[in-house]
């Protein structure tokens, strides 16, 4: 019998949520009911076991029973080799292949499934991997560029990863209590001297780590199931404007990103002119107010802020009433710092907080030719616009 084991037991940093990150929503279905729902109705599978948190048993059991799906749910250990361990004793004793897949890779599909399965009868082990775009380099702890790989013999792996079960439980028993950690199971079957075979990937088969990949895998569930098609989609544009004065003895913030500078803005939060100018767009597109409506400088709780997570609350509201962020301009009106060698992380770093590509938000700077306010040095402001789209099903 074929059986898979589902991973899920990551807290997931960096996505920056404060729950598991295979809870959360991805185009309103949760991300382990989308995962567990890709392999078990692949009909590859006699049996699937998802390996979670301790404190995230109840809330996985039932969504999958609220989903229809049939799953057992177990514990996972303290980092990802002891979890697979656990989901693999887990599994019936007369289990013959088993795949074990990452809980945040819910866009997997059953052909990929299917050929790491194929592989891994034939040949004993069917990893799924893809080529690599970019060229890699192997680096000293100095930073200095001590190998580049030829790329046409790398590959990025991926989960599913098949394998004999009997083999691939061997493996992790026999390296249990290694302190050098595998990061995935092909690696314990390397180091059982077994040899390892790639089975074809995807890219689609992303693995949700940051905000950016949850943008990322609902616009591909768009495309695969022609959402866009079927909806309606009302886009509104919206308008921001701030400006705040120069002052020494503070940070100068611009876009979430620290410029170096004599002086900094002066205000009740972090001062960050341009994310503020940002924050009024998105509430104004959405006729949400204003962020004095919600964060009021009279609030102690808003006293020297991080203006970043004002605006992850301000896509949260914008969320709550079904609008997505499409785009964002930013521009920031100042004489002096020059602001050009840091444009590009103040575009990452807005990007990152929107859930957006890089290629969806631009941060400019210009000066007035030392006129007005600005111009003078008394102080900074910003302008910015901003689209958002609300989805009404026909």
């Known amino acids: 019998m074929n059986a898979a084991v589902i991973v899920a037991a990551g807290r997931g940093t960096r996505m920056g949520a404060a729950v598991n990150k295979v809870l959360l929503d991805l185009a309103g279905i949760p991300v ?34 609220e989903a229809g799906l049939e799953a057992a749910v177990c514990a996972g250990g303290a980092d990802r080799q002891e979890s697979v361990r656990r989901g693999l004793l887990a599994l019936p004793q007369d289990t013959g292949l088993v795949a074990i897949h990452d809980g945040a890779r819910p866009l997997v599909t059953r052909e990929i499934l299917a050929a790491s399965l194929e592989s891994a009868k034939d040949r004993g082990s069917g990893v799924a991997a893809i ?56 690696a314990l079957l390397e180091r059982s001297g077994a040899a390892v075979y790639l089975s074809p990937g995807s890219e689609e088969n992303l693995k949700l780590t940051t905000p950016q990949d949850i943008a ?10 022609g959402i866009k098609k079927q909806e309606k989609t009302m886009v509104r544009v919206g308008h921001g404007y701030d400006v705040h004065r120069l002052a020494e003895g503070r940070k100068l913030i611009l876009c979430g990103v620290e410029v170096p500078y004599e002086k900094g803005l002066l205000g009740h939060s972090d001062a ?5 100018a940002l924050m009024d767009a998105l509430l104004g597109a959405a006729a949400l107010g204003d962020i004095g409506r919600h964060f009021p400088d009279t609030d102690e709780a808003y006293e020297g802020a991080d203006s970043m ?33 840091y444009i590009e992380a103040m575009r990452a770093c ?45």
Request: charged residues 30%; glycine residues 8%.
């Open 272 to 276: 960050d002119v341009a994310a503020h």
């Open 350 to 394: 807005v990007a990152g907080h929107l859930g957006l590509p890089c290629g969806c938000v631009n941060v400019k700077a210009t000066t007035t030719e030392h006129l007005g306010f600005e111009g003078e040095g008394l102080g900074i402001s910003a302008h910015a616009v901003c689209c958002i789209e609300e989805r009404a099903h026909a």
């Open 32 to 65: 382990i009911v989308r995962s567990v729902r890709a392999v078990s109705e692949s009909g590859l599978f006699d049996a699937v076991v998802v390996v979670t948190g301790e404190e995230d048993i109840a809330g996985v059991r039932k969504l999958l029973k």
């Open 309 to 341: 997570r004002l605006l992850d609350e301000v896509r949260g509201m914008l969320e709550a009433k079904g609008f997505a962020v499409c785009n964002a301009d930013i521009t920031i009106i100042c004489q002096r710092p020059k602001l050009s060698p």
């Open 131 to 186: 080529p690599l775009k970019d060229t890699v380099k192997r680096v000293a702890a100095n930073g200095r560029v001590a190998e580049t790989p030829e790329r046409a013999s790398l590959r990025a792996v991926q989960t599913p990863q098949s394998f004999r079960y009997r083999e691939i439980l061997e493996a992790h028993e026999r390296f249990a209590e290694s302190c050098d950690r595998a990061t995935d199971d092909a």
């Open 216 to 225: 990322v895998a609902e616009r591909i569930l768009e495309t695969r199931q």
